[in-house]
């Protein structure tokens, strides 16, 4: 009988279990699926897989948003425009590192899982959670992707279901309440991609009823060659790679260290309180009932301050990449467009002493912001700047932009499933081009720094585009 040996891309999920990360070419399948606790030694490879995922996609999904732009020549060099092509290679990278998480969560469930008697509850609820998150990040991230190894193309839609499926399957498993929780918010926000207004507030309102610290984290090890890749773009880096919209300053660095950066390597949120209640206030809004929704956005605020800060020492960040030399350094004014009113707190001067920095989420929006909102488009606008300053390097923006990247060339040369409609990734036709999300001007002798466009009035104006605003459609 011929052997069977794991592939490379399933073997990821052992590297952990070997320090050295060496791979073994002679490790055929029945030899790990015989070695003992097989099932939670790939519980932690698939850890270990979803941090690398989240890199790909908070790294790249910050570059195509208003967020951030690339401010040296590290990472995509056209992301920024946005240009999102098939045949790019971090196209390609993101795709495997979203399919490699489902790939293995699939192995898990069908090889791993059954043949380690050892295997409890908890490890089976983490790999149905894994593949729920990949089916996940696929329907938010990409036009389509295949739904197993050179399979037909799903829909958006069709992964989201199945996350929804196998969320189900998690939370049935799961006798951790923190974990159940977190389960439970994925659902409402697998619901609200769907545009399922009455499941994303049902599942919502449960997971963070009595629950306001909920909080799902990706975690990273430097010392063992996993590092979170944002935090060296916007803190560990000489060089300044990554540089924020000046009117998101104030909420840079998400992720910092002190001390070895190796041994401080900071976690991801891909699950929070904070989301449960802005999709219970988009709902309401969106419905009608904005006093409703209003104040469920300030009982959201209230969260939001009691979210951990600290202040951090952050000179050395001088937004010297070189990409743009007009960046303000200085404590200078902002106006979110032509437009606006001057605002303040926006900018930070980090040379006259330490910063504070928003862990988990920061905002500068307020109850007098909310109150002086009295129409259903106001609300929504401050809604969705609430999103982004919450969601802030989190991978999040992209999605509500309406922006989805493509099936790769790679995946097209090798699957005839893949279509010529796959291939073109989907930008809104109300989004700027040539770098213009991250585009303003500083008039440094009055101290003024005025963005080009402010993206949340744009998506307000275009709120029935199909690609955006689940519930106004």
Request: glycine content about 6%.
């Amino acid at each position: 009988m011929k052997k069977r040996y794991i592939t490379a891309a399933l073997f990821a999920g052992m590297l952990a279990m070997d320090s050295c990360s060496v791979l073994n070419p002679n490790v055929t399948e029945p030899v790990f699926l015989e070695n003992p606790n097989a099932a939670s030694s790939w519980v932690t490879g698939l850890r270990r897989q979803l941090a690398l995922t989240m890199n790909q996609v908070v790294v790249s999904t910050e570059l195509v948003s208003d967020n951030y732009y690339n401010n040296r020549t590290l990472s995509s060099k056209v992301f920024d425009i946005p240009q999102i092509d098939y045949y790019d290679l971090d196209v390609n990278n993101l795709q495997i590192q979203v399919q490699r998480l489902r790939e293995m969560s699939e192995y898990g469930l069908n090889k791993v899982l059954p043949a380690d008697p050892a295997a409890t509850a908890a490890d089976s609820a983490e790999v149905y959670f894994s593949s729920a998150f990949a089916h996940i990040l696929s329907g938010e991230l990409f036009i389509g992707l295949p739904g197993s190894a050179g399979g037909a193309v799903l829909t958006p839609a069709e992964h989201l279901q199945q996350a929804v499926r196998q969320l189900d399957q998690a939370i049935a498993l799961s006798k951790n309440a923190a974990e159940t929780a977190a389960y439970t918010l994925l659902k409402a926000r697998a619901y609200y991609a769907l545009g399922d207004a009455a499941n994303a507030a049902k599942f919502a309102a449960a997971a963070t009823d009595n629950n306001g610290t909920l909080l799902r984290q990706v975690k990273y090890d430097g010392v063992n060659n996993v590092p979170n890749d944002m935090q060296t773009y916007l803190f560990s880096s000489t060089n300044n790679e990554f540089a924020p919209l000046p009117r998101l300053d104030f909420l840079d660095p998400k992720y910092f260290h002190t001390g070895l950066a190796a041994n401080d390597q900071k976690p991801v949120t891909i699950a929070k309180a904070e989301e449960g209640w802005l999709i219970i206030a988009e709902t309401q809004i969106a419905g009608g009932n904005l006093t409703e929704g209003r104040n469920v956005l300030k009982q959201l605020l209230q969260l939001v301050a009691n979210r951990p800060s600290v202040m951090v020492d952050d000179k050395k960040e001088t937004r010297n990449g070189g990409n743009r030399t007009d960046y303000p350094l200085k404590a200078v004014k902002v106006k979110f467009d032509a437009n606006d009113t001057l605002r303040s707190n926006y900018v930070l001067d980090r040379q006259a002493g330490n910063v504070k920095v928003y862990t988990v989420s920061g905002t500068l929006v307020t109850n007098n912001d909310l109150d002086a909102a009295v129409t259903e488009d106001q609300l929504l606008y401050i809604l969705y700047r609430l999103r982004q300053e919450i969601f802030m390097a989190e991978g999040r923006r992209m999605t509500d932009l309406g922006i989805k990247f493509p099936v790769s060339q790679t995946e097209q040369l090798n699957n005839p499933n893949v279509k010529p409609e796959h291939l073109k990734a989907q930008v809104p036709s109300f989004i700027p081009l040539s770098r213009g999300m991250d585009d303003f001007t500083y008039d440094k002798t009055n101290g003024v720094v005025t963005m080009k466009y402010d993206m949340n009035a744009v998506l307000v104006k275009n709120k029935h585009a199909k690609e955006i605003f689940p519930f106004t459609n």
